[in-house]
């Protein structure tokens, strides 16, 4: 049996410290964002995933749309979107995405979804017609596209990394141990293929790691170590920040000082790029991540 952190009540009641507070979304550029996704009823994972850096990200005009529905059918136990049997598998989809970043102007999309393992195909379909279409109606937009755990079909993978995006990136989430109770329905072992087959593609890869859950520096070290050996070219480090109650909670906040750390450890383990911050999220900053 695995051996995961004991969660004291002291820590359930820990107030968040100053690094980690964010300014509440508003403005012009927020506001018109805001209008674009309810008219094209559009999901966001900035939404969804109560992301602390919605105001920003929207106030410069850009989103990450989440495509396949706002119902996953993996009941991780770190996220904020609804866990369940999606209602909906809607074709048009990729047409009103692709409308939408034309109408807001990008110059780069990130593009994410639930996990749809009912699907025969993952929904890989639904994801190239994404890409396929946004790349028509705006060609000069590059895009990044943050894929699920397709369970080791690679058929569906190559479908959904074969349209034209700029960056592959598919999240670990967390070190290999706290697995089984983080990322229940995942392996491990699974992801690191995943973004293995991926680079051998040819793409540039991408991938998160959530810290504060319970890990150890040297399992952050480890999995740096693997995924530089896998062919991940970026990652990103941020602190997890409990959703709700229903959630994991939180074993650690990461001090700055220890991020940055992090950021020279992971270029020095051949890592091309680090973005490691505690308000750090997998699409923050990404049309850094394009040319390195």
């Known amino acids: 049996m695995i051996e995961l952190p004991v969660i004291s009540e002291e820590a359930t009641r820990r107030k968040k410290p100053d690094w980690l507070r964010v300014k509440l979304p508003v403005g012009k550029e927020y506001a018109k964002v805001r209008k674009l996704v309810d008219e094209h009823k559009l999901h966001t994972i900035c939404e969804s995933g109560n992301c ?19 119902v996953c059918t993996r009941s991780c136990s770190f996220c904020a979107v609804a866990t369940g049997r999606p209602p909906e598998y809607d074709t048009d989809e990729p047409r009103r995405v692709a409308e939408a970043i034309k109408l807001m102007g990008v110059k780069h ?26 790349k028509e109606l705006s060609p000069e937009t ?25 960056v592959v990136s598919h999240n670990m989430e967390t070190v290999e141990s706290l697995y089984r109770r983080v990322r229940p329905q995942a392996k491990y072992a699974r992801s690191l293929e995943q973004t293995k087959l991926t680079k051998e593609y040819g793409k540039r890869t991408k991938t998160g790691i959530m810290l ?20 991940c070219d970026i990652l990103t480090l941020g602190q997890y920040l409990q959703p709700t109650k229903m959630h994991i909670e939180v074993a650690e906040f990461i001090h700055p000082d220890l991020f940055a750390e992090y950021r020279e450890e992971g270029l020095a383990r051949g890592l091309k790029y680090v973005e490691s911050g505690p308000l750090v999220r997998s699409s923050y900053h990404a049309e850094r991540h394009v040319n390195v």
């Open 212 to 231: 504060g859950l319970g890990e150890k520096k040297e399992e952050v070290f480890k999995a740096m170590d693997d995924l530089a050996e896998h062919g």
């Open 109 to 134: 999309a990130v593009l994410t979804s639930v996990n749809r393992d009912e699907l025969k195909d993952k929904g890989a379909e639904i994801w190239y017609q994404t890409v396929i279409q946004t």
């Open 52 to 70: 602390p850096n919605m105001g920003e990200c929207w106030g410069a005009g850009t989103a990450t749309f989440m495509i396949l529905g706002n």
């Open 142 to 166: 590059t895009i990044e596209t943050l894929i699920p755990d397709v369970k080791s079909n690679w058929d569906a993978l190559y479908r959904m990394i074969s349209a034209g995006q700029e």
